[in-house]
């Protein structure tokens, strides 16, 4: 079946200057693939992340904190009023959640939710020599496990242990490996309360994210209590969610009923997630540009094809060719090249994915991994190739508007 | 001829003026009938604007004042559009360079102005572009590239091109121009046998004044003005 006669123009103008042609299309295939390649690993590791802290961090954690200090009861009482005040001095208070039974009880009773109490400090580990700043956390077992996954990353031990085993401590992978503890050691925690305890180590975990790893460790409640001498103290609610997305509204909710900083995990992980949100910023201009590149190549073959084919556009005109037809012709062959690049860029990009996904490393960052994390989907495809198309398309229209515009008598006027 | 039916084409005082500082009157007030089936020379001296009398008689330029009508239609308030849609079924050009399309074979230029009217399939329109490869004695070029034939055979396939959708009216400016003697003779046939045989109109600007003298009639064009 024969060609439109204007594709049928359009490829053999292309294949005419193959060169050139080829030169357009390795710009737009390659830019294709990188687009497809780059945007797999970056929201490959960004998903991850996001997926690992979802499903590892409680979704809400309500703190002893207040988002504001309070205001003085003279700042109240006159609100309009320009008030100076001097020699304030802070209320030494007892750090913790107050009423938090109370808070416990009202949240357990919410459906959709599970929570879980806790008691957070910094402790000093002592082991072989070796003094290790960590975090330490007071949990409940059987409700931590309903709010965390930190059952699903133990490597060795279990969360019960904490139960069974008298001073039981479970320790993150990372700190395990400074200290070189190993499981059942016994290590020397020492609170800046000054109280000392020996604990046994009856379980390590690894979350995957590396900051945790390093830092976290946990016991039972009642010994993170005595190790902080805060008898009956909870300065952390843990809250899960079955729906992740409901995070944000019901930790605003929770803090205008309680008062306290609840912080959704949005908020929790704010630093890495604007991280990414500049490398977003970065990486897809960086990679959009190399299809603007492409295009200034398309845009320039066009333009010489234009130049080139003054003569032919003079006859196409007078025999007949609106001003519509020339111009498709020229759009067609930017159309060509976008789609060709594109198809062949599809092809190279998921090659370069499967590529990477066979490459095995070891990597710790903010989370670790053993090679690439990828992130397979058709939106990049499409994204990439409506891109690369309508760049193409549009590179083409420039040149290809020019020409529709000729005047035929000038050109076979000038032409013999 | 039926007295009936309208001339091939006409043009009816027409005039083209290049606008600028100094403006240059290239065609003025030409009143002109081509009747179907006559073969007309323009001739006159270089400048004299016999090709840009042409380009208006074939809807390739515009007019400054006066008008051109084709069997009848007036194309004085015609659309680019319509102009272009004129020229593709009713009227074949031929130039002095053969412009044919490098990248297309002989055939495949042929077929160009049928494909591009669309009143044929595409086997109909290879039959059609073949058949009049033919008759110009090129049916052996036919799958040949423009460039490996010689400027008369060239000239041939771009008047077989001019034929293509069998337009009524041929315009050709200054045909023999790159072509020997001979050659020239040989092309000046064909037009006069379109004309006679076939009944089509056709119009020759050509510089030669033996080949000029072969045609039905012949105009003399002076500073834009048809002479005696």
Redesign the interface.
């Known amino acids: 079946?024969?060609l439109p006669?204007a594709l049928d123009?359009a490829l053999?103008?292309l294949?005419?200057r193959r060169r050139q042609t080829l030169v357009s299309l390795l710009g737009v295939t390659l830019g294709v693939a990188f687009f497809i390649a780059i945007s797999a690993m970056l929201q490959g590791f960004q998903r991850d992340f996001i997926s690992r802290i979802i499903d590892i961090q409680p979704h809400i954690i309500v703190m002893d904190e207040v988002r504001e200090p309070p205001r003085q009861p003279v700042e109240r009482a006159f609100p309009d009023a320009a008030i100076l005040l001097h020699g304030l001095k802070p209320r030494e208070e007892t750090r913790g959640l107050r009423g938090a039974r109370n808070m416990l009880a009202t949240l357990e009773e919410a459906s959709g939710l599970h929570v879980a109490p806790a008691l957070s400090g910094n402790v000093l580990i002592h082991f072989g020599g070796k003094d290790i700043s960590v975090n330490i956390t007071g949990i409940t077992p059987d409700q931590e496990r309903k709010v965390t996954h930190i059952e699903k990353d133990l490597l060795s031990g279990t969360l019960d242990a904490l139960y069974t085993t008298s001073n039981a401590i479970i320790l993150g992978e990372g700190v395990a490996k400074k200290a070189g503890i190993r499981k059942d050691d016994l290590i020397t925690v020492v609170s800046p309360a000054g109280v000392m305890m020996k604990m046994k180590v009856v379980a390590l975990f690894s979350s995957g994210i590396t900051v945790l790893d390093n830092f976290d460790t946990y016991v039972l409640l009642k010994k993170a209590q005595v190790l902080q001498n805060r008898p009956n103290v909870i300065n952390r609610l843990k809250i899960r969610l079955d729906d992740v997305e409901q995070a944000a509204p019901l930790a605003a909710r929770i803090e205008r009923q309680f008062g306290y900083r609840a912080e959704p995990w949005q908020e929790q992980s704010r630093n890495v997630l604007g991280i990414y949100v500049i490398q977003n910023a970065i990486m897809y201009p960086t990679v959009s540009a190399i299809l603007i590149v492409a295009c200034f190549g398309i845009f320039n073959v066009i333009s010489t094809v234009v130049f080139e084919k003054t003569?032919?556009i003079?006859?196409?005109?007078?025999?007949?060719?609106?001003?519509?037809?020339v111009r498709l012709v020229f759009v067609m062959e930017g159309l060509i090249v976008g789609i060709v690049g594109t198809l062949i860029g599809w092809l190279i990009g998921w090659l370069l994915i499967e590529f990477m996904a066979s490459l095995k490393f070891e990597m710790e960052g903010f989370v670790k991994a053993q090679g690439f994390v990828l992130y397979r989907t058709p939106r990049h495809y499409l994204i990439s190739g409506g891109m690369a198309v309508l760049s193409a398309t549009l590179a083409a229209w420039l040149p290809a508007r020019r020409a529709s515009r000729l005047n035929?008598?000038d050109i076979?006027?000038g032409?013999? | 001829m039926s007295e009936a039916s309208p001339p091939a084409l006409e043009a009816r005082a027409l005039t083209r003026e290049l606008p600028g500082p100094v403006p240059v009157t290239l065609v003025r007030g030409i009143d002109l009938t081509i009747a179907p089936g006559e073969f007309v020379a323009i001739t006159g001296p270089s400048g004299s604007g016999k090709s840009s009398l042409l380009y208006l008689l074939g809807l390739l330029d515009r007019p400054t004042a006066g008008t051109v009508l084709l069997s009848g239609e007036d194309t004085i308030g015609s659309s680019p559009d319509r102009l272009a849609d004129l020229r593709l079924a009713r009227i074949g050009f031929v130039f002095q360079f053969h412009f044919l399309l490098p990248e297309f074979s002989c055939l495949a230029n042929v077929e160009i102005p049928i494909r591009k009217l669309g009143r044929l399939g595409g086997t109909a329109a290879r039959r059609r572009a073949s058949d009049l490869l033919e008759q110009l004695e090129l049916g052996e070029h036919r799958q040949k590239l423009p460039e490996q034939l010689s400027g008369g055979q060239r000239q041939r396939v771009a008047i077989a091109r001019a034929l293509a959708n069998d337009p009524p009216l041929i315009l050709a400016d200054e045909p023999t121009g790159n072509l020997d003697s001979r050659t020239a003779a040989l092309v000046f046939d064909i037009f006069r046998d379109l004309a006679h045989t076939q009944g089509r109109s056709v119009v020759v600007v050509t510089h030669d004044a033996a080949l000029a003298r072969t045609a039905d009639r012949r105009i003399h064009l002076v500073d834009g003005r048809i002479e005696g």
């Open positions: 079946m024969a006669l123009i053999r103008h294949l005419h003569r032919d003079g006859i196409m005109k007078s025999m007949g060719f609106r001003d519509s037809d035929p008598v076979v006027r032409a013999g």
